[in-house]
């Protein structure tokens, strides 16, 4: 089997009580601590103005990581493949759908409709940042970061190319929200590498594995990686700020997870 | 990275279809696949799913109410499931995929399916019934089994007993197109042995409505590269393959993938880049990938959907491609638009073409549009084919371009 193998390049965070990444960063080596706050997402101002009115939390959430990762990565957006995953997309705008659709007038807007594609956020990416390479959306429910970051490491594995993850997700209103209850938007985005670059923070390399999980030391932030599926993340997040080489293990599927080596890069 | 290896990098090596099946409203199974095909027949009939009152034609699949799921997959029931599972027990795949699962281990066989609305209809109807004071939705609804998009690949993990990676892809009407690509590098990295492709979409009033409200539904059975085409009929279905590496001793008649393609448009949400960029760059990379030139394709499967602007799109990025004299043709006017099953049910459609030496005509179709430079085809033409391809073009510009080919 070929390694699943990559250099992270740049990353960008966005969540509860958390601005971005060197902020994340300062949370999970313990230098800050972590107070739960709402979400605070940013206008996407890389958008022209038509489509900016167009977009809600989740094309913001996920342009705002997107961005952040490919800024520090030093890295063209437009040059990179993307790999898009959430679990359930814009929550809000099903709801809204739903509750016309329960009505007796029906009349859809058509901006709601092209927004309730799971690749709502891939497609503004691209118009954003005019990547026009490869760009997919998934969904493997609560494992849809460690499926996402599977994906992306083959594609960085197999074609050979620098590859964009970006793992978000938004909660619903009610009455959707007490059969999904996901808190508060989170998204985390990292520029993967096929190859070593100034740029490279850490290698990292994945198998699948039968072990379990790991989880986070402190309680609120296990509370965390627990309720929103993007902050499966966590424990990844928390060694590459800690620039340690070693081993986490994310979760994936039923009965088997994903098993990351780091390495810190020089 | 240096040009030779990054050529290198962009061929891919063949995988070969070892089983696969349709279920579409022009038919169950293989079988009632080409037939209706022979037969240019179309399945598409006058709307009259659930409560919608739109004035369109709809590819329906017949009888998947009344075949609920098992009791063990109780907690997967939806329409969307329910044609899945119909569509698994066509034309021997599920044993196919069990045969795989016997070989390699079952965890060696991935799951890597598309969907664009997955269970969504049961949260439409569960909607109608929420609580008058407390707003809540019946008590039967289900979140996860029926409503999230990745309910789908759970759903056929679960009822085949598979236990690799599994995965939805869901960038709209690309989705089930990319499904392939995605499952060729998992099994060229070796993280498997064996992947169940596939999608599957079934009738909802998000989609129904929704293209209503963008005006890119047709009144009448769609009429793909008609100059008086205006707009889809959507459809529903549920195809499936199953993907090894070809074996040393492949059958004359095997098919092979052998090439793949993927872009973005980088333009619009909702429409096509006018001149077809992102869909050029797939076709050009599903060739380079399966290095063959333009000359080499001998049938074009078109994505086709029926909109103006769609068709126009696709016309100038396959005549920059393949130039115009490759015939082709949509078989979206027998099976209506089915959206995040499209690619893998015009992946079927390709596979059968190959094997059975036939380029299906594209019905509904009566006056070409002149302006469209493509080669058309109105007629079936039985001839002996090599390499076929097949485009699937989305929402958000997400583009995909596939290459079959028949082994010997």
């Not at chain 1, 994945?206 to 030391?217: H, N």
């Amino acid at each position: 089997m070929a390694a699943l193998a990559a250099y992270v390049e740049g990353i960008g965070l966005l969540g509860p009580g958390i601005g971005d990444w060197p902020a994340g960063a300062r949370v999970l080596t313990g230098q800050a601590p972590w107070a739960r706050a709402p979400t605070v997402l940013p206008a996407p101002e890389c958008l022209p103005s038509a489509e900016r009115r167009r977009t809600g939390t989740v094309v913001r959430l996920a342009l705002a990581v997107g961005l952040e990762a490919t800024a520090r990565a030093g890295a063209d957006p437009a040059a990179l493949a993307a790999v898009f995953a959430s679990s359930g997309g814009d929550g809000q705008n099903c709801h809204e759908i739903c509750q016309v659709l329960a009505s007796a007038e029906r009349q859809l807007s058509p901006t709601r409709f092209h927004n309730c594609v799971h690749n709502a956020a891939a497609g503004y990416w691209s118009i954003a940042t005019q990547a026009t390479p490869a760009s997919s959306a998934l969904c493997a429910y609560d494992a849809s970061f460690a499926a996402g970051l599977l994906e992306a490491l083959l594609q960085v594995a197999v074609e050979r190319t620098a590859v964009l993850l970006v793992a978000y997700d938004v909660g619903y209103p009610e009455p959707l929200h007490r059969h999904r209850p996901i808190p508060d938007a989170f998204g985390v985005a990292l520029v993967l590498a096929p190859a070593v670059s100034a740029a490279s923070q850490a290698s990292v390399s994945a198998t699948l594995t039968a072990a379990p999980a790991d989880d986070m030391a402190d309680g609120a932030l296990e509370a965390l990686r627990r309720s929103i599926p993007a902050a499966r993340s966590l424990p990844l997040l928390a060694h590459l700020a800690r620039r340690t080489t070693g081993r986490v293990v994310l979760d994936y599927l039923g009965g088997q997870c994903l098993a990351v080596e780091l390495s810190a890069c020089p | 990275m240096p040009g030779d290896t990054d050529v290198n990098y962009r061929r891919m090596n063949p995988l070969a279809l070892t089983s696969f099946t349709a279920t579409s409203c022009i038919g169950r199974g293989v079988a009632a696949t080409l037939a209706t095909l022979h037969e240019r027949r179309t399945g598409l009939a006058p709307c009259a799913f659930e409560t919608v009152t739109l004035d369109t034609w709809v590819g329906e699949v017949a009888g998947v109410d009344e075949a609920p799921l098992p009791a063990t997959l109780r907690e997967f029931e939806c329409r969307n499931n329910r044609l899945a599972h119909l569509g698994l027990a066509q034309d021997g795949l599920a044993e196919a995929v069990q045969r795989a699962a016997a070989r390699y281990g079952r965890e060696r066989v991935g799951v890597f399916l598309g969907t664009s609305t997955s269970g969504i209809l049961e949260t439409e109807l569960a909607y109608r019934e929420r609580d008058p004071l407390s707003g809540a939705l019946p008590a039967h609804f289900r979140y996860r089994g029926a409503h999230n998009t990745f309910s789908l690949a759970a759903f056929a993990q679960q009822a085949l007993q598979l236990s690799g990676p599994a995965v939805v892809i869901s960038c709209a009407c690309s989705s089930s197109a990319k499904v392939f690509a995605s499952a060729r590098r998992a099994i060229e990295a070796g993280l498997i042995d064996a992947a169940l492709v596939g999608g599957v979409d079934s009738l909802c009033l998000t989609t129904l409505y929704g293209f209503h409200s963008l005006q890119l539904v047709s009144s009448r059975p769609c009429r793909p590269f008609d100059v008086a085409r205006d707009g889809i009929s959507i459809g529903e279905a549920a195809a499936f393959a199953l993907l090894e590496r070809p074996g040393a001793s492949l059958d004359a008649n095997a098919v092979l993938l052998l090439g793949v393609g993927e872009s973005s448009d980088a333009h619009h949400m909702s429409a096509p880049h006018p001149q077809g960029r992102g869909a050029r760059a797939a076709m050009l990379q599903a060739l380079e990938a399966a290095a063959l030139a333009p000359q080499d394709i001998e049938y074009i499967n078109f994505h086709g959907t029926g909109t103006p602007s769609n068709d126009d799109a696709e016309a100038r990025a396959v005549t920059n491609v393949l130039g115009n004299e490759t015939p082709g043709s949509s078989t979206k006017g027998a099976t209506g638009h089915t959206l995040g099953a499209a690619g893998a049910l015009e992946a079927v459609i390709c596979a059968l073409a190959l094997q059975h030496g036939v380029m299906p005509a594209g019905v509904n179709t009566t006056e070409l549009d002149p302006a469209l430079t493509v080669h058309y085809l109105r007629d079936n033409r039985v001839t002996r084919l090599s390499r076929v391809m097949s485009n699937s073009f989305g929402f958000g510009g997400s583009n995909c371009s596939l290459i079959f080919g028949r082994a010997g």
